[in-house]
């Protein structure tokens, strides 16, 4: 999958979608990074006072886990693979796929 240039329906700091198992996506994942991280120095040198984060989403639960978060106490609780506020449950590690998003941080 990797960078996606012509996305319509995402927003406008979405980057693209990276598969986990996949070496490629992971390499170009990494690149990102640093371009971020490179944009990022520079601007200290030039005296910006603005930054970026990379952010990443995991999608595509590997297994649906128990979130004690979304229903309080383990009797009630369903097994879930997203929380409310769309966040995979596990985290990246219980990710197949991350999306990654640019943001400007202050």
Request: glycine share 8%.
């Amino acid at each position: 999958m990797g960078i996606d240039i012509n996305s319509k329906n995402k927003s406008t700091s979405y980057i693209g979608s990276f598969k986990l198992d996949c070496s490629e996506d992971l390499k170009e994942l990494q690149s990102v990074k640093r371009m971020v991280a490179w944009a990022n120095r520079s601007m200290v040198e030039r005296g910006d006072p603005y930054r970026y984060r990379v952010c990443l989403r995991g999608r595509y639960a590997k297994e649906k886990m128990i979130s004690t978060a979304m229903y309080g106490n383990q009797q009630n609780a369903t097994k879930v693979a997203y929380n409310w506020h769309g966040n995979i449950v596990g985290g990246l590690a219980n990710a197949k796929e991350v999306r990654c998003y640019i943001y400007k941080r202050a």
